[in-house]
C-alpha cells in the first residue's frame, strides 16, 4: 500500500492551500482516509478524516470550519482544503488510511509519506 502527499509550501496567514493523498496497493476502496500533522517539536496529530462513503468526516477542534476533506474514489485519491490558514498550522502533513474510521482517527494502519505546509506570518 502506497500513499501519496502533495501540495504542500509556503503560503502566507490568512491563504489557502489544497493537499492531495493518492492511494494505491488498497485491495479495496472501503478505506477510510485521513489527514494528520507534526508541527516541529511536537507530537502528531489527528487533522481530519472521512469515510470511504464520504458519508461521514471528522475534523480535529484546531481546523474545523477552516479546513474540508473530500474525497474521488474513482481516482482512490483524498483532499485537504486549507483556508484561513494561521502560522499555527505550519506542519508536516501526512495522510493515513484504515478500514475503520474510528481506528483510523487514532492508530491507522497505513501512512504515507509528509507533506510540508508553511504558513507565514
Known amino acids: 500500500v502506497q500513499l501519496q502527499a502533495s501540495g504542500g509550501g509556503l503560503v502566507q496567514a490568512g491563504g489557502y492551500r489544497r493537499l492531495s493523498c493518492a492511494a494505491s496497493g488498497l485491495t479495496s476502496y472501503r478505506y477510510a482516509m485521513g489527514w494528520f500533522r507534526q508541527a516541529p517539536g511536537k507530537e502528531r496529530e489527528f487533522v481530519a478524516a472521512i469515510s470511504w462513503s464520504a458519508s461521514s468526516t471528522y475534523y480535529s477542534g484546531s481546523v474545523k470550519g477552516r479546513f474540508t476533506i473530500s474525497r474521488d474514489n474513482a481516482k482512490n485519491t483524498i483532499f485537504l482544503q486549507m483556508n484561513s490558514l494561521k502560522p499555527e498550522d505550519t506542519a508536516e502533513y501526512y495522510c493515513?488510511?484504515?478500514?475503520?474510521?474510528?481506528?483510523?482517527?487514532?492508530?491507522?494502519?497505513?501512512w504515507g509519506q509528509g507533506t510540508l505546509v508553511t504558513v507565514s506570518s
Open positions: 493515513a488510511a484504515d478500514f475503520s474510521i474510528s481506528v483510523l482517527r487514532t492508530t491507522p494502519e497505513y
